[in-house]
């Protein structure tokens, strides 16, 4: 158990629609990071808070949204669903601001299905 | 071009075997590399980090980096069928950890 909670497992949606992933960090860490993971693209990097703030951002649509919330977990919003937004949603956590030793420790992960 | 590539496999070996994983990248200032393994239904985790160019041991595992070539890559000695996941590259850049897209190796007893 790598101690970082995400939330729901699993969502099955329509295309269109938005949803809202949770995610809470281990205790103690102040950074988030969000991942993407799927079969033809492998784990693409979303975005990051550290300690609330936005740190760095990577290959995020605009049609997703994140934030980091004062008690450190973090939500990521998927809005106007499509097919191609099926996907594993990873969230991950450190104690420091940057990857510094890449030891991030990801949850389990929430699996989306759009229909 | 992808920043980093890697083999997605399956790699299948015989238990015993030794295991070479690979990945290769195209931005030179990488400087941290990392290998996750990512068992099935799970998250992935860390298994080693090397800083530049250099070879690192860690019990049956070693992780080898040549900057040169822009080449890494995981050895497994006497591997396990409990070694069977999902091995996946990852490299620092500035606040970024970016990620291979992995290679399923498979270990029969």
């Known amino acids: 158990d790598s101690g970082v909670t995400q939330t729901p497992k699993h969502l099955i949606t329509a295309t269109g629609q938005r949803v809202t992933l949770r995610c809470s960090p281990r205790?103690?860490?102040?950074?988030v990071y969000w991942y993407q993971q799927s079969l033809d693209q492998g784990l693409q990097f979303l975005i990051q808070?550290?300690?609330?703030?936005?740190?760095a951002k990577g290959n995020i649509l605009e049609r997703f949204s994140a934030q980091q919330f004062p008690d450190l977990h973090s939500e990521l919003n998927l809005s106007s669903l499509e097919l191609g937004d099926s996907a594993l949603y990873f969230c991950a956590s450190s104690a420091r601001g940057d990857p510094n030793t890449g030891e991030l420790f990801f949850g389990e992960g929430s699996r989306l299905t759009v229909l | 071009q992808k920043e980093v590539e890697q083999d997605p496999g399956p790699l299948s070996v015989p238990e015993g075997a030794i295991v070479s994983l690979n990945c290769t990248y195209s931005?030179?200032?990488?400087?941290?590399f990392m290998w996750y393994r990512q068992y099935s239904r799970k998250g992935p985790e860390l298994l080693m980090y090397?800083?530049?160019?250099g070879n690192k041991e860690d019990g049956r595992f070693t992780a080898q980096v040549d900057k040169s070539s822009k080449y890494i890559s995981l050895f497994i000695r006497d591997s396990q069928p409990s070694d069977s996941a999902t091995y996946l590259c990852?490299?620092?850049?500035?606040?970024?950890?970016?990620f291979g897209s992995g290679t399923r190796l498979l270990v029969r007893p």
């Open positions: 090397t800083y530049s160019s």
């Open positions: 931005n030179s200032a990488f400087q941290y």
């Open positions: 205790s103690g860490d102040l950074s």
């Open positions: 990852a490299m620092r850049s500035s606040y970024k950890l970016i």
């Open positions: 808070y550290y300690n609330g703030e936005e740190r």
